[in-house]
């Protein structure tokens, strides 16, 4: 998943075509498979307000897998940010609830 995100960052949906279209779209319209390539410091910019805004609706499992991964490889974030905290917990609760 990561890859795919890179490849139509910044990228006009629009020029694209397909499944890359539709995914370009998704990447700039949710914050949340935009942190799946963001670095340390990327992530540690996000406010409060944008953290609370967050959730799972709308995300598919590969997504809800790929930034939870990401998040919990954050660790200074997770112990500064309790709102990166419930993020990475509702996450978790997604992934518990879906199929093996």
Known sequence: LEPAIRQVLGVKPLSLF????QLAQRVQNRLELR?????APELKMIGPGQYKSMGTGGL???EVRALTHKLEQQKDLLNTSADAQRLLAMLK????????
């Open 60 to 62: 598919k499992p590969d």
């Open 35 to 39: 942190m799946v390539v963001m670095s």
């Open 93 to 100: 609760r997604k992934i518990a609830a879906l199929p093996t």
């Open 18 to 21: 397909g499944d890359e279209r």
